[in-house]
Structure formats: C-alpha cells, structure tokens
C-alpha cells in the first residue's frame, strides 16, 4: 500500500517562498511519476509540476515556469516542490499524486485521473 503525506502549506506575502514536501511509503519509489495538483476554490484541478523519479525529468505548468522547482531525495523517497515568488493566484490546495510509470508516459501525464495515489493535500495562501 503506498501513502502519500504532503507537509509544507503555509501562509505568505507576496513573493514569499514555501517549500513542500510529499513523502511517499511503500516500494517502488523509483519508478513513480509524481505531479503536484493545485485545486482553489470553484477552480479545476491544475497539474503544477511533475517528474519521472528515476529519470528525473521534470514538466512544469506554464504559470510556474521560473517560480517553481522540483527536487527529490531517494534515500528519504520523499519529493519537493520549493515556490518562489508566489503570486496570491497560487493560493490553493495543493496535492501530492504518484504512479508507476515509464518516463516516457510520465512525459504527457498531466492528468489527475491517471495518477493512483493521492496525499490529503497542504494548503498554500498567498496574501497580496
């Protein structure tokens, strides 16, 4: 069984910094295609960024470009996103998401249907 644990929310001012975290348990870390979710209120779910964990390639939402950086521990099989810059539009719940995957699948996986685990989600206000 694997469980996704997402730490990390908080609330900042404008052009702050956050870091989340996502540790993830169970085997098969290595293989996982990870992608942060946001959803805010009355807003569709929005993949923020993802990666392929053996690859390590990484995919970023054009919002986030520039702001946002992915990183993971392996040892740890624990996943970061450090945000930088915020904007108060980049206040909402954010979510940790994985699935088995090749890294060539996980290159156009931007959808959250097809990811199998979920954490409860970290949320991140932004104050203008």
């Known amino acids: 069984q694997v469980q996704l644990v997402e730490s990390g929310g908080g609330s900042v001012q404008a052009g702050g910094s956050l870091r989340l975290s996502c540790a993830a348990t169970?085997?098969?870390?290595?293989?996982?295609?990870m992608n942060w979710f946001r959803q805010a209120p009355g807003k569709e779910r929005q993949g923020v960024a993802r990666?392929?964990?053996?690859?390590?390639?990484?995919y970023y939402a054009d919002s986030v470009k520039g702001r946002f950086t992915l990183s993971r521990d392996n040892a740890k099989k624990t996943l970061y996103l450090k945000m930088d810059s915020l904007k108060p539009e980049d206040t909402a719940m954010y979510y940790c998401?994985?699935?088995?995957?090749?890294?060539?699948?996980?290159?156009?996986?931007?959808?959250?249907?097809?990811?199998?685990?979920w954490g409860q989600g970290t949320q991140v206000t932004v104050s203008s």
């Open positions: 990666i392929h964990i053996r690859s390590g390639d990484t």
């Open positions: 169970g085997a098969m870390f290595s293989v996982y295609c």
């Open positions: 998401a994985a699935v088995p995957s090749t890294s060539t699948w996980c290159s156009s996986a931007s959808e959250g249907e097809t990811y199998t685990y």
